[in-house]
């Protein structure tokens, strides 16, 4: 088989759809056009059926009544919903939320829109494994605490969050409980029959399905309650009006039972392919991995190349499609704010770059990634003065650098 | 980031990688930027005794724009003299590169590096 290029490792940003899922789609795009809706004619009634059955997979799929699914644009929706939703229903019993450092932007960008209208949030840092401990968990819970917002695995990193061990915290101190589990339904056990946890967000273009839809789960027993934030027909019981994208959801709902399916089979696989790409790039000096390598999915790998810039890296090998965490490649101007959060300093952070591989990653592909940036890395190390430095034995990180200020002052003349 | 060709060219092609011996009277280094900042520059000038730069090289740790533009300079610094070479101006650097403005800090840190290096040279040889 002939390799074809550029090679697809960022399925954390999104994935491919899956052309099992496309299938089922299709007919909905076509001639099942009803609204799901219309209650008066066959065309509704059968675009109902399929938005049924969806949610029914969709529930199956993570372990909850079909009747606590209701379905949004995307997991981002999910989250600002299930975060304003709650905090704005139990402001009456306090009005502190906590979450952490590491959170998507989502998650951090909805509370700061929280604090602006009167809630006071804490931002827990997490360990410099990425993994939260609950003992400073447990000692951030106040009484007037009413939400808690985790995501069960990270973006950027991969790291597998303990949400049952946090849900039970939750239920004890009477606290609303969030996950964002954008990132998390075909690579670990979803099981919301067995975890305390009262809300959930999912998006179906991270698992294969399309994007523009997602879904959030609010639990029945014991019932949560959200204020919605879009008004209409009353569509979801009322949680969230708007016509429903049927076909969009009929992918969700394919996408998450094939992700539930082939878990078993493909994550050895995705692992042997993981830690084929990690030993290779190991071979190498100065490459440090970020976030714990045990709890952590198989479909991840963050690494930070030492005294190799991200962004310059990035453009030598074009050939491979990834993510860094280098400042050059955000708006921002500041790198991985997820790695600085670990403790990374931001050498580090600038020179990471996060393999995320798919259920279409091949290990030819992974052959060919480890060689090329065995190859990269080292022509960028022989440009690089830090990498002479090292070299000489000079303590790079302790080295006196001219303060960052001047150089400002220079771009503003 | 969409770059232009010329960056493209000299970030695949750099000119005049490499280490001239900073004890040597006759070359200057200067090292500008932070690591921390994602762009630090290295770059050394050698001056013959008829006040002219007879070589340049350089080494440099940040993004595409960051190397061309230090591989850029050490082409340009070649034949000057000290008070030519004084005279490039980071906008002469972003121009010829067609620099956009969010890397327009890449030039500023060239323009810098022959300054720092232009002084180590007349530091040494007072």
């Given at each position: 088989?002939?390799?074809?290029?550029?090679?697809?490792?960022?399925?954390?940003?999104?994935?491919?759809?899956?052309?099992?899922?496309l299938?089922?789609m299709?007919?909905?795009?076509?001639?099942?056009?009803?609204?799901?809706?219309?209650?008066?004619?066959?065309?509704?009634?059968?675009?109902?059926?399929?938005?049924?059955?969806?949610?029914?997979?969709?529930?199956?799929?993570?372990?909850?009544?079909?009747?606590?699914?209701?379905?949004?644009s995307g997991?981002?929706?999910s989250?600002?919903?299930?975060?304003?939703?709650?905090?704005?229903?139990y402001?009456?019993?306090g009005?502190?939320?906590?979450?952490?450092?590491?959170?998507?932007k989502?998650?951090l960008?909805?509370?700061?829109?929280?604090?602006?209208?009167?809630?006071?949030?804490?931002?827990?840092?997490?360990?410099?494994?990425?993994?939260?401990?609950?003992?400073?968990?447990?000692?951030?819970?106040?009484?007037?605490?009413?939400?808690?917002?985790?995501?069960?695995?990270?973006?950027?990193?991969?790291?597998?969050?303990?949400?049952?061990?946090?849900?039970?915290?939750?239920r004890?101190?009477?606290?609303?409980?969030?996950?964002?589990?954008?990132?998390?339904?075909?690579?670990?056990?979803?099981?919301?029959?067995?975890i305390?946890?009262?809300?959930?967000?999912?998006?179906?273009?991270?698992?294969?399905?399309?994007?523009?839809?997602?879904?959030?789960?609010?639990?029945?027993?014991?019932?949560?309650?959200?204020?919605?934030?879009?008004?209409?027909?009353?569509?979801?019981?009322?949680f969230?009006?708007?016509?429903?994208?049927?076909?969009?959801?009929?992918?969700?709902?394919?996408?998450?039972?094939?992700?539930k399916?082939?878990?078993p089979?493909?994550?050895?696989?995705?692992r042997?392919?993981?830690?084929?790409?990690l030993?290779?790039?190991?071979?190498?000096?100065?490459?440090?991995?970020?976030?714990?390598?045990e709890?952590r999915?198989a479909?991840?790998?963050?690494?930070?190349?030492?005294?190799?810039?991200?962004?310059s890296?990035?453009?030598?090998?074009?050939?491979?499609?990834?993510?860094?965490?280098?400042?050059?490649?955000?708006?921002?101007l500041?790198?991985?704010?997820?790695?600085?959060?670990?403790?990374?300093?931001?050498e580090?952070?600038?020179s990471?770059?996060?393999?995320?591989?798919?259920?279409?990653?091949?290990?030819q592909?992974?052959?060919?990634?480890?060689?090329?940036?065995?190859?990269?890395?080292?022509?960028l190390?022989?440009?690089?003065?830090?990498?002479?430095?090292?070299?000489?034995?000079?303590?790079?990180a302790?080295?006196?650098?001219a303060?960052?200020?001047n150089q400002r002052?220079?771009?503003?003349? | 980031?969409?770059?232009?060709n010329?960056?493209?060219?000299?970030?695949?092609?750099?000119?005049?990688?490499?280490?001239?011996?900073?004890?040597?009277?006759?070359?200057?280094?200067?090292?500008?930027?932070?690591?921390?900042?994602?762009?630090?520059?290295?770059?050394?000038?050698?001056?013959?005794?008829?006040?002219?730069?007879?070589?340049?090289?350089?080494?440099?740790?940040?993004?595409?724009?960051a190397?061309?533009?230090?591989?850029?300079?050490?082409?340009?610094?070649?034949?000057?003299?000290?008070?030519?070479?004084?005279?490039?101006?980071?906008?002469?650097?972003?121009?010829?590169?067609?620099?956009?403005?969010?890397?327009?800090?890449?030039s500023?840190?060239?323009?810098?590096?022959?300054?720092?290096?232009i002084?180590?040279?007349?530091?040494?040889?007072?």
């Amino acid at each position: 088989m002939t390799l074809k290029l550029p090679i697809y490792l960022d399925s954390a940003a999104t994935t491919k759809i899956d052309p099992r899922v496309l299938e089922q789609m299709m007919p909905y795009l076509t001639e099942e056009y009803g609204n799901p809706a219309s209650r008066s004619h066959s065309f509704g009634w059968t675009a109902e059926a399929a938005v049924e059955k969806a949610r029914k997979q969709v529930a199956d799929t993570v372990g909850c009544d079909e009747k606590e699914i209701i379905w949004t644009s995307g997991a981002t929706e999910s989250i600002n919903l299930a975060l304003k939703g709650a905090a704005q229903f139990y402001q009456e019993k306090g009005k502190h939320l906590i979450t952490i450092k590491t959170e998507h932007k989502a998650t951090l960008d909805t509370m700061r829109e929280l604090e602006r209208i009167g809630f006071e949030v804490t931002y827990l840092n997490p360990e410099e494994n990425g993994l939260i401990d609950l003992n400073k968990l447990a000692a951030a819970i106040r009484s007037d605490t009413i939400l808690l917002s985790v995501m069960f695995v990270n973006n950027e990193i991969g790291v597998i969050q303990d949400i049952s061990a946090i849900g039970k915290l939750c239920r004890e101190k009477g606290v609303i409980f969030h996950v964002d589990a954008a990132q998390a339904v075909g690579k670990v056990d979803v099981n919301l029959s067995e975890i305390s946890v009262d809300l959930m967000s999912f998006s179906a273009h991270k698992v294969y399905g399309p994007k523009g839809v997602g879904a959030l789960y609010i639990r029945r027993k014991p019932r949560v309650r959200l204020l919605p934030l879009i008004h209409g027909g009353g569509h979801e019981r009322g949680f969230r009006s708007g016509t429903l994208p049927t076909h969009q959801i009929v992918g969700m709902g394919a996408a998450f039972e094939l992700a539930k399916q082939e878990m078993p089979t493909e994550l050895p696989r995705l692992r042997a392919l993981r830690d084929k790409l990690l030993a290779g790039l190991q071979n190498m000096e100065e490459v440090y991995v970020n976030g714990d390598l045990e709890q952590r999915v198989a479909q991840n790998l963050n690494i930070s190349f030492n005294y190799v810039e991200g962004e310059s890296l990035m453009m030598a090998i074009k050939d491979i499609a990834v993510s860094s965490g280098s400042a050059c490649t955000s708006a921002s101007l500041e790198p991985s704010y997820v790695l600085r959060a670990l403790g990374r300093n931001d050498e580090l952070a600038h020179s990471s770059i996060r393999f995320s591989i798919s259920r279409f990653t091949t290990e030819q592909e992974i052959d060919y990634t480890i060689k090329l940036l065995q190859d990269k890395v080292s022509k960028l190390r022989e440009l690089s003065p830090l990498w002479e430095m090292y070299q000489d034995g000079i303590d790079v990180a302790n080295f006196q650098w001219a303060e960052h200020g001047n150089q400002r002052d220079v771009i503003l003349h | 980031m969409a770059y232009s060709n010329k960056v493209v060219e000299h970030y695949e092609n750099p000119r005049n990688v490499g280490t001239l011996d900073k004890n040597d009277a006759h070359v200057g280094t200067g090292m500008v930027g932070a690591p921390a900042c994602g762009d630090v520059m290295k770059l050394q000038i050698k001056v013959g005794d008829n006040g002219v730069i007879e070589d340049a090289k350089f080494k440099t740790y940040g993004c595409g724009s960051a190397i061309a533009s230090s591989s850029l300079v050490t082409e340009w610094l070649k034949g000057k003299t000290l008070d030519e070479a004084q005279q490039i101006k980071n906008m002469d650097i972003a121009e010829e590169l067609e620099l956009p403005p969010v890397k327009i800090h890449c030039s500023v840190l060239a323009e810098d590096a022959i300054k720092a290096a232009i002084d180590d040279y007349k530091a040494k040889n007072k």
